[in-house]
């Protein structure tokens, strides 16, 4: 079960303020008597501010549902759509607030006259947008990690049943996305032994990992007349459980360079002469005590 929160974590901002499209509709109900409370249309952390208002008395709120949210035991906070203009919100809120009073429940008090696929809880949505910072220093794998970036990633299907391969792989899958295809060196290729994906625009969220147990490769010629491989990496993981392992579940890396227009990267296992010299720094100094001298 997802804990209440009382405001979205800075990663979820990050990604529901996205320039004009920042807007989203919501409703809160009565997760007890299973009744709409209120819909209403905002930005930032507008979802959470009515209970507060509600309790407190104070606020624009309409009276009937401020009443009804003062007493309500259990309150269910829905994002119903997002990445709306404020006049793509406007008229979403007015269309489902009539679709509300008409179909579903006639006693319903606000007079006032998208985006994300379907409702989903304020908890959920921050849950699935929350992610730690992670400092390269503190991330030590156990082999050659390549990190690619996958665009739209949190929109994809996350299905890994699929052996992904050339000739069956699938750009609206998470799994295929992130397998290939990459333009890597030979030697590079042989020695990955994971791959991540990384949503940029999200602070380098890490979004896959896979661990790698081989590879297939395709050549083509290039703009310039230049033949490159392609490589298409193959695994029989699970992308949980790597990114438990890595120690990289809902993390994100964003001290990550890609340089320039990169759209990958690498991530190297420290020596142990690296590792040695961290350890030295974070051993503290032995005191010393000093003899009193005698006069």
């Not at 035991?73 to 607030?97: D, N, V």
């Not at 730690?132 to 665009?151: R, S």
């Not at 998470?174 to 990384?198: E, F, H, M, P, Q």
Request: aromatic share 8%; hydrophobic share 35%; proline share 3%.
């Amino acid at each position: 079960m997802v804990a209440k929160i009382k405001k979205f974590s800075d990663s979820t901002l990050s990604v529901l303020n996205n320039g004009k499209r920042r807007f989203y509709v919501y409703c809160l109900t009565d997760l007890k008597k299973d009744k709409i409370l209120y819909i209403g249309k905002g930005c930032d952390n507008r979802i959470f501010e009515h209970e507060q208002a509600a309790r407190s008395q104070d606020g624009d709120i309409d009276v009937p549902a401020r009443k009804a949210i003062a007493k309500c035991k259990k309150l269910g906070r829905h994002i119903i759509s997002y990445h709306l203009t404020e006049a793509e919100a406007q008229t979403a809120e007015t269309a489902l607030i009539h679709f509300v009073k008409s179909v579903v429940d006639k006693k319903f008090k606000k007079q006032s006259a998208g985006c994300g696929a379907g409702g989903i809880s304020a908890e959920e949505l921050d849950e699935r947008f929350k992610f730690t910072p992670c400092p390269l220093d503190e991330f030590n794998p156990d082999g050659l990690v390549l990190a690619v970036k996958i665009q739209n990633a949190l929109d994809l299907d996350t299905d890994e049943e699929a052996d992904y391969r050339f000739d069956n792989q699938d750009d609206a899958n998470l799994k295929s996305r992130t397998l290939g295809n990459w333009i890597v060196g030979k030697d590079a290729a042989s020695k990955v032994k994971y791959v991540i994906g990384i949503h940029a625009d999200l602070q380098n969220a890490v979004v896959s990992a896979y661990e790698v147990d081989g590879f297939e490769t395709m050549a083509e010629e290039s703009k310039n007349g230049r033949t490159q491989t392609r490589y298409r990496f193959h695994t029989a993981s699970s992308s949980k459980k790597v990114l438990s392992k890595l120690g990289l579940h809902q993390k994100c890396l964003p001290e990550l360079k890609f340089g320039g227009a990169g759209e990958k990267a690498y991530i190297r296992p420290k020596t142990e002469t690296e590792t040695e010299q961290e350890n030295i720094q974070m051993t503290p100094s032995p005191k010393i005590k000093k003899e009193k001298t005698k006069s």
